[in-house]
């Protein structure tokens, strides 16, 4: 497949604004999955882990990789609880786009600024989902006036909800002037839909929020505004031009609508992926130094350029550590030797593979732009690069905050200890964010994590995964005693 029609993106959000349903739908209309998973029912492909189907809630970042037209995406699902916020900033290091999905009740909320922060830091362009349209309080102009004012981005609806609340019937089209009407019918999944003329009703408010999308474009596309400020006649091209190039250019957001849970409006937002985030190639060349003489060094996202990559994330289980790899450059086969730049050490990648949440598809290689998996890692940790030893280059490293909460951690019996230390150290590799250490004063094992909920994950996942049940509790304090202020006394003997 061409790079041009590829697309690395992730789905981000606050907690409970719907990111795994909508990623859920994705995965059903693009024929990834032949059934349609609830979260609510435990059913979820991404969210494939036993806490996270027990919680409803995703706590690792889930890959996966799927077609829409002629167009391949690599799809990632991340965390929305702020203990998990690790996995959010990992996944966007290596996305070259993302959809942010808001709650059109709540609207911008806490970890959506977190989020949004952290799509900023890496320049990631975003499309806006206001999700939940059919929920009682709905407001999707209240949100896109949030996105504005709290985010700081100029956000432009390129949609509107066709119908309220339980009338939610669909979406109004902006760019293309058309009603997209979704069944009624439950039973075809979302699956069925018209595309028609804008009912009577509704065409006023639709003229009068294109002008305002045409004249928010022309404000922040340069070529645009002359035909806009000369009076000439903008075509539906046009307009779809300005948006890719203001979302890439990180100018502006192009806000849409719909509701996953009922499925609609998740079609349209395929196609704006496709028509408005940027492939690799549309991304600016990787820049890294030189490990040996520390000369800047960049590579473009081409498949003749020398092989780099950057590994993300780290996955154990009984058959090995699966390494997440983002190919900047070159590509990679199995079989394949390459030299961990950071450490100076020489790495064999045995197998390759494509994943899908969980489970995995064996492939011979991953191109320039690929996300994928490798097997056969012995030194590379997150945030390592891995590269051709002829010519080496060093990415730049992943910044992981500081640990928040600390517990005391011991096995329920003697016998647990060592399989107590193997899990810890497993889940610390996985896991930049969770720490492991001995206090050598109070000889106690110590966990530390980004939240309460994030170290009862760790300790549900020993038991589950491990097969180790440990007692966890607060640490000892330690006590000290020092001189408080010199005395004079007498003694006799």
């Given amino acids: ?176 002037m058309k009603a997209i009407i979704y069944s009624d019918d439950v039973d075809t999944l979302g699956v069925n839909f018209s595309v028609e003329e804008i009912p009577d009703e509704y065409k006023k408010d639709a003229e009068s929020y294109r002008e305002k999308m045409i004249e928010g474009l022309a404000e922040q596309v340069d070529w645009l505004t002359e035909k806009f400020l000369n009076g000439e006649k903008i075509t539906n091209d046009e307009i779809k031009k300005a948006i890719r190039e203001g979302t890439i250019n990180l100018k502006l957001v192009p806000v849409m609508c719909g509701s996953a849970f009922k499925k609609k409006g998740v079609q349209p937002l395929l196609d704006a992926v496709c028509d408005y985030l940027p492939s690799p190639i549309d991304k600016k060349a990787i820049v890294g130094t030189d490990p040996y003489t520390d000369e800047e060094i960049s590579r473009k996202p081409i498949p003749t350029e020398p092989f780099s990559a950057l590994a993300f994330k780290i996955a154990s289980d009984k058959h090995g550590d699966l390494t997440f790899i983002r190919v900047y450059s070159g590509r990679i086969t199995s079989g394949t030797r390459v030299i961990n730049s950071g450490k100076d050490k020489k790495e064999l990648v045995s197998r390759i593979y494509k994943m899908h949440a969980n489970n995995r598809e064996q492939v011979d290689e991953l191109n320039a732009g690929d996300i994928g998996a490798v097997i056969g890692l012995k030194y590379t940790v997150t945030g390592d690069t ?82 180790v049940d440990a007692n966890v509790g607060a640490p000892k304090v330690s006590y000290r005693e020092t001189i408080g202020k010199k005395v004079e006394v007498e003694g006799k003997f």
């Fill in 1 to 176: 497949m061409s790079i041009e029609k590829m697309r690395n993106i992730g789905i981000a959000a606050h907690i409970d604004a719907g990111k795994t349903t909508t990623s859920e739908r994705i995965l059903y209309y693009t024929g990834k999955s032949y059934k349609m998973g609830e979260v609510h029912e435990g059913t979820t492909v991404m969210d494939w882990m036993e806490e996270e189907q027990k919680r409803g809630i995703t706590i690792t970042a889930a890959a996966t990789s799927c077609s829409w037209d002629e167009y391949q995406f690599n799809l990632i699902d991340t965390p929305g609880h702020v203990d998990f916020t690790m996995e959010v900033e990992r996944s966007l290091r290596v996305l070259d786009g993302a959809v942010c999905v808001f709650c059109g009740v709540g609207g911008v909320e806490a970890q959506s600024e977190t989020v949004w922060r952290q799509a900023d830091r890496y320049d990631v362009p975003r499309i806006c989902f206001v999700n939940k349209m059919d929920r009682v309080g709905a407001d999707f102009l209240k949100v896109v006036g949030e996105i504005n004012e709290r985010l700081g981005m100029k956000a432009i609806p390129i949609q509107l909800p066709l119908g309220k609340e339980q009338g939610f019937k669909g979406v109004i089209d902006l760019v293309n």
């Fill in 386 to 467: 891995l590269c051709d030893p002829n010519q080496p280059i060093v990415l730049e490293k992943m910044e992981f905050p500081d640990t928040v909460i600390s517990m005391a951690i011991e096995p329920k019996t003697d016998a647990e200890k060592e399989k107590l230390g193997v899990a810890l150290s497993k889940l610390a590799k996985e896991d930049p964010t969770f720490k492991v250490h001995l206090d050598k004063e109070t000889g106690q094992m110590i966990i530390s994590g980004m939240g309460e909920l994030h170290l009862e994950v760790i300790k549900n996942r020993m038991l589950s995964e491990y097969k």
